[in-house]
Each structure stands twice: as C-alpha cells, then as structure tokens.
C-alpha cells in the first residue's frame, strides 16, 4: 500500500503591497477603512490558506487542464477536483492539497532594514460617475519586500500515484499563473504582485522519492 505525504515549500515574495481585507467590525474615528488580516498572536500580518488556494484554482479553471466548453463554464475538470476538491463530485469531495496559512518569515531582516511598520496605509479614492461624489477611503496593506512561507501538503496513495507528475505540473502552472496575475483585492491597481523562491518538495511521512516532483518543480513554463 502507498500513503505519503509530500511537502512543497517556497518562499512567497511581495513584489508589490498586498491587501487581502481582516475584519473592520470595530471602526474607531480615523481608524484604516479596510484593514488586513492579522495573525492574533503576533500582530503581524498572514495570508490565509484559502486565499491562495481559492485563487490559484480560479486561475487553473481558465486553462486547458479544465476542458471546458461553452457549455461547461464555471465546472472543474476531474484534474483540477481531484487536487482541490469539489462538493458537487462525490468522487473528489476532499482534494489531493492542503494549503497552509502563510507567516511572515523575514521581520527580523525588515528590522535591520529600518522598516517600523510591517503594513502602510494607502490612501484611495473613487468618483461616483453619475453624481461626481469622492469616496475616499483608507485600505491597509502588507508591505513590498516581505517574505512568507508557502507550504502545500500533497498526498499520495496507490490510487493516485502514477498521477503524480500530471498534479506536480498543474499545481507548477498554478504557481506560476498566480506570480503573472496578482493575490488578494485591488489586483489591477498594482496590489499583490507576489513571486514564489526556491520551490522545493520532501516526504514527510511514507516513503516516496521525491526527485522527479523536484525536477518539475524547477522547470520553466
């Protein structure tokens, strides 16, 4: 029987400030519109597992590994359920990936670097077309230049094991898909630009050679 476990790590480069909104439930006067979302224990901020997930499958839905026709639109392909999931396909209701929440690693490097706040305000402003009425707003987001550390576990049993190479070079293009498009809210205004460093990938539980996941992890797309 095959069971394994396979990590694939990275470390996940702002290119560009990052805004993926926490809660605003307590608005004090001149307190940020839309803050970001904060680990509770260290004040610092984190990106959520399901954001990177919901946003890499969005992206791999557009590609030809989905198959989709006119007709299909919006439907995942058996490929794309069976790494992320699917409620609607009893076959695929838990997928092959568990995203991690992501931390930020480099503070200490930021620190030396002088930077005395690990987010910015940036401030915003939108006009109603029809009545010229500003709305300016205050949106908070994680600075550019700071690290995170990426983990994705990958499970592998006798069912899926010679579906390896094929869900390595999907979850690949995922990444790389993600590092043209952006993360978080605001994309097209410049937020979320992100970069993923020094992927790699280890067994950590089974017994399973990873070098070829590592091989496919380092291609070009």
Not at 24 to 45: C, E, F, M, Q, R
Not at 152 to 164: A, G, M
């Amino acid at each position: 029987m095959t069971y394994a476990k396979v990590k694939i790590s990275a470390t996940l480069h702002l290119d560009s400030g990052l805004h993926i909104g926490g809660s605003s439930a307590y608005a004090a006067i001149g307190s940020v519109d839309s803050p970001v979302i904060k680990d509770p224990v260290t004040h610092l901020p984190i990106i959520p597992g399901s954001s990177l997930k919901g946003k890499m499958r969005a992206l791999l839905s557009k590609t030809d590994y989905n198959n989709n026709t006119s007709s299909d639109l919006g439907k995942d392909s058996d490929k794309i359920s069976r790494l992320f999931g699917n409620s609607k396909k009893e076959e695929f209701k838990v997928g092959r990936l568990i995203f991690r929440d992501v931390f930020l690693t480099n503070k200490k490097d930021l620190d030396n670097r002088g930077v005395h706040s690990y987010t910015e305000v940036k401030f915003e402003n939108t006009i109603d077309r029809i009545t010229a009425e500003a709305n300016p707003r205050q949106i908070e987001r994680a600075i550019r230049t700071s690290e995170f550390g990426f983990e994705v576990i990958y499970e592998i049993t006798d069912k899926s094991i010679d579906q390896v190479s094929e869900d390595i070079a999907i979850l690949r293009d995922g990444i790389h898909l993600l590092e043209m498009d952006y993360l978080g809210g605001s994309g097209s205004r410049g937020y979320g630009k992100v970069s993923f460093k020094d992927l790699k990938a280890e067994t950590v539980y089974g017994d399973y050679d990873v070098a070829a996941i590592n091989a496919l992890l380092g291609e070009e797309v």
